[in-house]
């Protein structure tokens, strides 16, 4: 598919490969997502975050969350910029679709610890995490720590 792309002009690999692989996510196409990052690596390019989190979420949409992880795992090993929170989130959701709740709240912690901020679209997967375990409590401090940071509801 990227050579066909490139014979057609569309440009650089890594931005046809992250539009595919976004694609296939929304088709439910996960396994040919992660053939297109696959595809992109065996070119030498390394997959950037926005490409990482477009396979994860490929995998999260697909209730894939082992391939997430590793997707995560690899994005953790890789030279380079650190994963992005986007890439955490995506790997969170993934968790979160797979009824680990728990892991999916451990993870976003981890992203926060890595330096990134935690915002609405962060908090709002926390708070599904929650109610997917009953947590009640738990969603009610998120939402006051919410309030404290001045993150919109």
Same mark, same amino acid.
């Given at each position: 598919?990227l050579d066909?792309?490139?014979?057609?002009?569309?440009?650089?690999?890594?931005?046809?490969?992250?539009?595919?692989?976004?694609a296939c996510?929304?088709?439910?196409?996960?396994?040919?997502?992660?053939?297109?990052?696959?595809?992109?690596?065996?070119?030498?390019?390394?997959?950037?975050?926005?490409?990482? #989190?477009?396979?994860?979420? /490929?995998?999260?949409?697909?209730? =894939? $969350?082992? +391939? *997430? %992880?590793? @997707? !995560? &795992?690899?994005?953790?090993?890789?030279?380079?910029?650190?994963?992005?929170?986007?890439?955490?989130?995506?790997?969170?959701?993934?968790?979160?679709?797979?009824?680990?709740?728990?892991?999916?709240?451990?993870?976003?912690?981890?992203?926060?610890?890595?330096?990134?901020s935690l915002?609405?679209?962060?908090? #709002?997967?926390?708070?599904? /995490?929650?109610?997917?375990?009953? =947590? $009640?409590? +738990? *969603? %009610?401090? @998120? !939402? &006051?720590?919410?309030?404290?940071?001045?993150?919109?509801?």
């Amino acid at each position: 598919l990227l050579d066909e792309a490139k014979a057609l002009g569309f440009g650089e690999d890594r931005f046809v490969a992250s539009a595919g692989i976004a694609a296939c996510a929304r088709g439910g196409r996960w396994p040919e997502a992660l053939g297109l990052l696959q595809e992109l690596r065996s070119r030498g390019s390394a997959a950037d975050s926005v490409t990482t #989190a477009a396979a994860i979420s /490929a995998c999260a949409l697909a209730a =894939a $969350w082992p +391939l *997430a %992880l590793g @997707l !995560l &795992e690899e994005a953790l090993r890789a030279e380079g910029p650190p994963p992005s929170l986007e890439v955490f989130g995506a790997a969170a959701s993934a968790l979160e679709r797979g009824q680990l709740w728990r892991e999916a709240l451990v993870l976003l912690s981890d992203a926060e610890a890595r330096g990134h901020s935690l915002g609405r679209q962060a908090f #709002a997967l926390a708070l599904a /995490a929650c109610e997917k375990g009953g =947590a $009640w409590a +738990l *969603a %009610l401090s @998120l !939402l &006051e720590d919410m309030h404290q940071r001045g993150v919109p509801l």
